[in-house]
């Protein structure tokens, strides 16, 4: 074919508080890998739910091979022959994968008949799933490769990806790119979203720049360099993390040989898990998703209390294995979970509502941010007070949102994801804890979300980020320490090692301690 696959001429789609897409034109050509650029709540996500007929525009046409199409649905969309991968996941919990993805597909089959086609497609991709496995027991990163293989069972002509890696570990990006050059080759076109700008250049052949949901220019990834494509992509120059050594303090978290049974029974048992976390550093946890971290997270949360023989939890120096996560906030503890919609946020709860959830303070403790304290008097929610405090968290984090009563929902990943991160520094913890901080974040807010992380430390406060992105470890992180199969390897300081060495460290070749890690020393196996 030489015309266009997909051509998107003079698009529109207006919201009451935000215009999401004005006066788009978009080509995409067969076996073409496109990438959308621009920062959260540019409209990339908006375009392609139109494309996938999720989302209807208020003008503008779409051309699908060379004729004018009406997309009223994703049912529509798939009949032409679109798939997509949303940034949100469309799963069902309580099933299994191969019930989920038995209800996405058009040609109707059953989970056990679609069984064999589930393992053998996921083997083939790189993306390994169970299918008899339930959804609501997966890891972020496990959930992606459901939505990833889901899609590539139904033999799209035309694949959109909304941030298809960012919860991937590089081992499974590698794997992937090779199948998308794979389905480009065989003629497949390609919509990619990322904000991984090196992902980018490796994969892609075009992009077109979203800026306030205008197309503000295209380029040739592979002939940019990351610094020019963001800065096209942001409109200035690309922020950078200011990092400075500094000598650690007293021991505010402590971890003394968890042996911790996963409620799952698919999950990763802990074991023999020991860490030791210090005021005025970052300790970065890196490793493959499903090997504990959500069980580790649970422990330390305190979602999942532990009895005196599953090993001991020690915050600001008072035992708290049998506290609850409450409990826990009250002594100094944040904590930003790795699923934002759900569990970081309530989707239909405004923003107030939402900094309210874990932004009042107990009495005795004053955060950072004066409106913090007065959210509650003698047991009365203070609405000006929560308000006050969701316009501070907006405004320090540049959340791009229609104002304090706009429903979490309604957000870009992105921005939500900087409203959780922020609502939880504001409260000044002791000790912070976050899983996959910069998930589904621009370059530039994920700048943002990293100085203030490193900005918290400065202030003393003990930081344990857990992430799948090596490259934000080694900007973050003063140690670093890899979770495989439910052990937890010696922390060590981040310039004695290398990303290579933690990817070998991934895959459990490292010897480990039962004694709580306050050296920094490391003995590889």
Same mark, same amino acid.
């Given at each position: 074919?030489?015309?266009?696959?997909?051509?998107?001429?003079?698009?529109?789609?207006?919201?009451?508080?935000?215009?999401?897409?004005?006066?788009?034109?978009?080509?995409?050509?067969?076996?073409?890998?496109? #990438?959308?650029?621009?920062?959260?709540?540019?409209?990339?996500?908006?375009?392609?739910?139109?494309?996938?007929?999720? =989302?209807?525009? !208020?003008?503008? /046409?779409?051309?699908? +091979?060379?004729?004018?199409?009406?997309?009223?649905?994703?049912?529509?969309?798939?009949?032409?022959?679109?798939?997509?991968?949303?940034?949100?996941?469309?799963?069902?919990?309580?099933?299994?994968?191969? +019930?989920?993805?038995?209800?996405?597909?058009?040609?109707?089959?059953?989970?056990?008949?679609?069984?064999?086609?589930?393992?053998?497609?996921? &083997?083939?991709?790189?993306?390994? *799933?169970?299918?008899?496995?339930? %959804?609501?027991?997966?890891?972020?990163?496990?959930?992606?490769?459901?939505?990833?293989?889901?899609?590539?069972?139904?033999?799209?002509?035309?694949?959109?990806?909304?941030?298809?890696?960012?919860?991937?570990?590089?081992?499974?990006?590698?794997?992937?790119?090779?199948?998308?050059?794979?389905?480009?080759?065989?003629?497949?076109?390609?919509?990619?979203?990322?904000?991984?700008?090196?992902?980018?250049?490796?994969?892609?052949?075009? $992009?077109?720049?979203?800026?306030?949901?205008?197309?503000?220019?295209?380029?040739?990834?592979?002939?940019?360099?990351?610094?020019?494509?963001? &800065?096209?992509?942001?409109?200035?120059?690309?922020?950078?993390?200011?990092? @400075?050594?500094?000598?650690?303090?007293?021991?505010?978290?402590?971890?003394?040989?968890?042996?911790?049974?996963?409620?799952?029974?698919?999950?990763?048992?802990?074991?023999?898990?020991?860490?030791?976390?210090?005021?005025? &550093?970052?300790?970065?946890?890196?490793?493959?998703?499903?090997?504990? /971290?959500?069980?580790?997270?649970?422990?330390?949360?305190?979602?999942?209390? *532990?009895?005196?023989? +599953?090993?001991?939890?020690?915050?600001?120096?008072? !035992?708290?294995?049998?506290?609850?996560?409450?409990?826990?906030?009250?002594?100094? *503890?944040?904590? =930003?979970?790795?699923?934002?919609?759900?569990?970081?946020?309530?989707? !239909?709860?405004?923003?107030?509502?939402? #900094?309210?959830?874990?932004?009042?303070?107990?009495?005795?403790?004053?955060?950072?941010?004066?409106?913090?304290?007065?959210?509650?008097?003698?047991?009365?929610?203070?609405?000006?007070? =929560?308000?006050?405090?969701?316009?501070?968290?907006?405004?320090?984090?540049?959340?791009?949102?229609?104002?304090?009563?706009?429903? $979490?929902?309604?957000?870009?990943?992105?921005?939500?994801?900087?409203?959780?991160?922020?609502? &939880?520094?504001?409260?000044?913890?002791? %000790?912070?804890?976050?899983?996959?901080?910069?998930?589904? =974040?621009?370059?530039?807010?994920?700048?943002?979300?990293?100085?203030?992380?490193?900005?918290?430390?400065?202030?003393?406060?003990?930081?344990?980020?857990?992430?799948?992105?090596?490259?934000?470890?080694?900007? *973050?992180?003063?140690?670093?320490?890899?979770?495989?199969?439910?052990?937890?390897?010696?922390?060590?300081?981040?310039?004695?090692?290398?990303?290579?060495?933690?990817?070998?460290?991934?895959?459990?070749?490292?010897?480990?301690?039962? @004694?709580?890690?306050?050296?920094?020393?490391?003995?590889?196996?």
């Amino acid at each position: 074919m030489t015309e266009p696959r997909l051509q998107m001429l003079g698009i529109s789609k207006i919201y009451p508080s935000v215009v999401a897409n004005a006066d788009v034109n978009l080509s995409v050509m067969p076996g073409e890998i496109h #990438a959308v650029l621009g920062e959260n709540g540019a409209g990339k996500s908006t375009l392609m739910k139109i494309i996938y007929g999720v =989302v209807k525009p !208020d003008a503008g /046409q779409i051309m699908w +091979e060379g004729r004018q199409v009406h997309i009223h649905s994703p049912h529509d969309a798939r009949k032409l022959g679109i798939g997509m991968v949303f940034q949100h996941f469309a799963l069902f919990e309580t099933l299994t994968v191969a +019930e989920n993805i038995a209800l996405a597909l058009d040609d109707k089959q059953s989970p056990a008949a679609l069984a064999p086609r589930i393992r053998a497609v996921s &083997e083939q991709y790189g993306l390994p *799933l169970d299918p008899e496995r339930l %959804v609501h027991s997966m890891s972020v990163g496990e959930r992606q490769r459901v939505e990833i293989v889901r899609c590539l069972l139904q033999s799209p002509k035309l694949l959109i990806m909304d941030e298809p890696t960012s919860v991937l570990t590089p081992d499974a990006v590698l794997k992937l790119f090779e199948s998308l050059r794979r389905l480009a080759a065989e003629g497949v076109s390609i919509l990619y979203i990322s904000h991984k700008l090196d992902e980018i250049q490796s994969l892609c052949d075009k $992009a077109t720049v979203l800026r306030g949901g205008r197309v503000s220019g295209t380029a040739l990834p592979k002939q940019e360099s990351a610094k020019s494509l963001a &800065e096209l992509m942001i409109g200035r120059e690309l922020p950078v993390c200011v990092h @400075q050594p500094r000598e650690p303090g007293e021991v505010l978290l402590s971890l003394d040989g968890l042996c911790v049974k996963s409620d799952d029974p698919f999950g990763t048992r802990l074991k023999e898990v020991s860490l030791s976390l210090r005021s005025g &550093e970052i300790v970065g946890i890196a490793g493959i998703s499903g090997n504990g /971290q959500q069980e580790l997270l649970k422990a330390i949360s305190g979602e999942r209390t *532990l009895s005196v023989r +599953e090993g001991t939890i020690r915050l600001c120096g008072q !035992d708290v294995g049998a506290l609850d996560a409450a409990q826990r906030r009250q002594l100094g *503890l944040g904590f =930003v979970p790795e699923e934002r919609l759900g569990r970081g946020a309530v989707p !239909d709860l405004s923003l107030a509502d939402n #900094a309210l959830l874990t932004g009042y303070v107990p009495a005795g403790r004053q955060g950072r941010d004066a409106t913090a304290g007065a959210m509650l008097r003698k047991g009365l929610i203070q609405r000006g007070a =929560v308000r006050a405090f969701a316009e501070r968290v907006i405004e320090r984090f540049k959340v791009k949102c229609g104002g304090t009563a706009s429903a $979490a929902a309604s957000l870009s990943g992105g921005n939500l994801q900087k409203f959780i991160v922020g609502r &939880e520094i504001l409260l000044a913890p002791r %000790v912070m804890v976050f899983a996959q901080p910069t998930w589904g =974040v621009d370059i530039g807010a994920a700048m943002l979300i990293r100085q203030a992380i490193i900005d918290m430390r400065d202030q003393g406060v003990a930081v344990l980020v857990l992430s799948e992105e090596l490259d934000e470890l080694f900007m *973050l992180g003063d140690r670093l320490a890899v979770l495989a199969d439910g052990r937890l390897s010696r922390a060590v300081p981040a310039q004695a090692t290398s990303i290579n060495q933690i990817g070998v460290w991934m895959s459990g070749d490292f010897d480990y301690s039962t @004694q709580p890690q306050g050296a920094p020393e490391y003995v590889q196996a």
